[in-house]
């Protein structure tokens, strides 16, 4: 791992980053786990721009304030809640303050900065357009037929 390249914080290197980040145990299972198709539905009626503010909700509720998080720290991000947004926070090492210091070398001991929180923003959204590459950017209403 090109930790120099990771602390730099470049979206434009994501690739990389998630290359290596995939080689993580846990986080391999975040990337390899199925997403089954009622999911996949909700996803579409919600589409990419409204996950795009839950991410960025997520990251400022959870991982956002250095002392607040830190009891808990390690433990505010589900791991078994089927939740898109949890599970990209555990693939992309945004899900608590520990691994956000080890994978994006931001400090525990101080808040985020608007650039670091777009940074993890971007990161979650980014996980979201891999795994599901069709997914709308506007929420769609999906229509049924009986016989399906």
Not at 76 to 85: D, F, G, L, V
Not at 136 to 141: F, T
């Amino acid at each position: 791992m090109d930790w120099q390249q990771a602390y730099k914080r470049d979206i434009g290197q994501v690739d990389a980053l998630f290359s290596e980040l995939r080689k993580e145990y846990i986080r391999q299972h975040f990337w390899e786990v199925p997403i089954n198709d009622k999911f996949k539905r909700r996803l579409i009626i919600k589409g990419k721009n409204k996950l795009k503010v839950e991410a960025a909700k997520r990251i400022k509720s959870s991982v956002r304030e250095a002392g607040t998080t830190r009891y808990q720290d390690g433990t505010q991000t589900p791991t078994k809640k089927y939740n898109i947004i949890y599970f990209a926070q555990h693939a992309t090492a945004t899900c608590c303050r520990k691994c956000i210091k080890y994978w994006h070398g931001i400090p525990y001991d101080r808040d985020l900065e608007p650039a670091e929180e777009i940074y993890l923003q971007q990161l979650i959204t980014k996980y979201i357009e891999t795994r599901l590459p069709d997914l709308p950017d506007e929420g769609s209403q999906l229509t049924l037929s009986l016989d399906s």
